[in-house]
């Protein structure tokens, strides 16, 4: 049954243990980070809902919503022991069913209050810093919607790090390559400012599209009613042509205003280190729309590996290129890109001839999320499960002929907030081919795997039966 | 009020807690904004820790992100 709006998703959760509320009063700055980080980092993390924010009144935060392998398959409606690997393939299947179109409604609870008056952030979200050197109160999991500006089409939804600056002003991280630079590019070259929504506290699987690496033409809620089997309900902003999901606890309207950079950062990124201070674009609200009543704040927590934004930027950032290297090359298996949104990635392969690995390997860099992300690559054989770092690792121990096998490629484009760049979004590929060469290439020397012997799974079984201690 | 980041004199208050229990303030200049009740080490100048403060120089050089294109005739 899919999920209408986090309260929906929440609930579910609640039912299946994997939520918690804190209804003791906290303090916006440091409990609420402290309390996330812990969730994301026990075995089975759960949700969070803070019930009481010092200074908040009545305003509730949900944080780690998505921060755990359980979450995830239940925002899947699969059950919530379901692996990593499986959960992919699901998502991969349901990638298949693109598109459900989005259905519009009239009326959703979060056009209940309208503020078009002197909106104020500080007065609708209960904010706090979400982590120590942040430059400020961030929105860190909240849906930007735009067009593009001068055909109108090409509606984009997704998740860019924004700073809250002042009652009405909002810091956009706008990358080169994130979609909405390319909207932002265009109003920019027009000298117009470029029309946005932020939708805050949606459904789940509208916050995974959102941080999903789609084609720049493909649409994030034809997307979204594929992952969820039924089509996604949207809402008219207020102002201007957007569309909001109507599940949102509130939306946020305004503009970029063009041609102007303001001071924005730092912010504590997903790679667990600190980018820089930059001067970047700037929204300015005009009205904000909201349910009435008690507000659920989702934010996100972001720091060392593994948090929140290392389950929810994960499968789905597997997916999109998975699909686009498939079209082209059949043979590929899976790709696990879950490591810093696939800085390191694995690509698990049946090999069509020999030097294979390294042409899949270079597709993946020419894929959207390709292009910047993925800096070390390996590639290995389909009898290695990507998502299971002993058989990649033992692949690379037995396979792997470095002088061969490794490519380095200086000088490409590279994340903007890598912190091992040496020239801001410039890195080093590096492709390790970890697959058993094949004609014409030159065989591995021993050739012959040792196998598992038939009765292993047997003997598992009736040793599991005799242990004393459940696993 | 003395921004704690970037030490610009002009920083100011922009919304409190209810019953006033903590204030929150802003920066101009740089953009920071902090609240009352952080403790020390984020709300005052001379103890905000050194890697994350910000001269006038450094926010003059920063680079735009993305860079602003030339606007089209």
């Known amino acids: ?471 | 009020m003395i921004c704690p980041r970037c030490e610009y004199d002009e920083a100011y208050k922009v919304f409190e807690g209810e019953d006033t229990i903590w204030e929150v303030f802003r920066c101009p200049r740089c953009n920071f904004n902090w609240r009352s009740t952080e403790g020390e080490e984020f709300t005052s100048p001379a103890k905000y820790n050194t890697r994350f403060k910000l001269s006038e120089k450094q926010i003059r050089e920063m680079a735009p992100k993305p860079p602003i294109p030339p606007l089209k005739v």
Request: with cysteine; aromatic share 8%; glycine share 6%.
């Open chain 1, 1 to 471: 049954m899919p999920y209408r709006s986090l309260r929906d998703f929440i609930a579910r959760l609640e039912t299946e243990g994997q939520a918690v509320r804190i209804k003791e009063t906290v303090r916006p700055e440091p409990d609420i980070r402290a309390a996330a980080c812990a969730a994301a980092r026990m075995p089975a993390g759960p949700a969070l809902l803070f019930e009481r924010i010092e200074g908040y009144g009545d305003k509730q935060v949900a944080m780690n919503v998505h921060g755990s392998p359980q979450n995830h398959a239940l925002m899947l409606d699969l059950p919530k022991d379901t692996g990593m690997k499986a959960q992919f393939h699901e998502l991969v299947r349901r990638f298949d069913c693109y598109p459900v179109h989005p259905v519009k409604v009239s009326d959703a609870p979060l056009k209940e209050v309208i503020v078009d008056n002197k909106p104020s952030l500080y007065r609708e979200l209960p904010l706090f810093r979400v982590n120590p050197w942040d430059g400020g109160f961030y929105l860190s999991k909240a849906c930007v919607i735009s067009r593009d500006p001068e055909t109108g089409e090409n509606q984009n939804v997704g998740i860019y790090r924004l700073q809250v600056k002042d009652h009405d002003r909002i810091g956009i991280q706008a990358a080169a390559h994130h979609d909405i630079a390319v909207h932002l590019r265009k109003a920019e070259e027009l000298n117009i400012p470029l029309r946005v929504a932020i939708a805050v506290s949606n459904d789940p699987v509208t916050s995974l599209i959102a941080s999903t690496p789609l084609r720049y033409l493909e649409d994030e809620y034809a997307m979204m009613g594929a992952i969820r089997g039924e089509p996604t309900e949207v809402i008219p902003s207020e102002r201007g042509n957007l569309d909001v999901p109507a599940g949102a606890e509130l939306v946020i309207e305004g503009e970029i205003i063009p041609r102007m950079r303001f001071v924005e950062g730092p912010f504590a990124e997903f790679t667990g280190y600190y980018s820089t201070c930059m001067i970047q674009a700037e929204i300015k609200v005009d009205v904000i729309t909201r349910r009435r009543g008690p507000i659920i704040f989702e934010n996100l927590y972001s720091g060392v590996p593994w948090t929140e934004i290392d389950y929810l930027q994960a499968l789905n950032t597997c997916v999109a290129p998975f699909k686009q290297m498939k079209a082209d090359f059949p043979e590929i298996e899976a790709l696990n890109a879950t490591y810093c949104h696939g800085y390191c990635s694995i690509i698990s392969t049946r090999m069509r001839f020999g030097g294979f690995a390294k042409t899949l390997a270079l597709r993946y860099l020419s894929t959207p999320h390709g292009i910047t992300y993925p800096k070390f690559i390996i590639v290995v054989d389909d009898d290695i499960d990507p998502f299971d770092l002993q058989q990649v690792m033992w692949a690379i121990a037995v396979r792997f002929r470095a002088e061969r096998d490794l490519v380095v490629i200086p000088n490409a484009p590279g994340s903007t907030v890598d912190p091992a760049h040496l020239v801001r979004g410039i890195t080093t590929k590096v492709i390790i081919d970890a697959t058993k060469p094949v004609f014409p290439d030159i065989p591995l020397a021993d050739a012959s795997i040792v196998d598992i012997p038939p009765e292993t799974v047997i003997w598992a079984e009736e040793i599991m039966k005799r242990r004393k201690v459940s696993i």
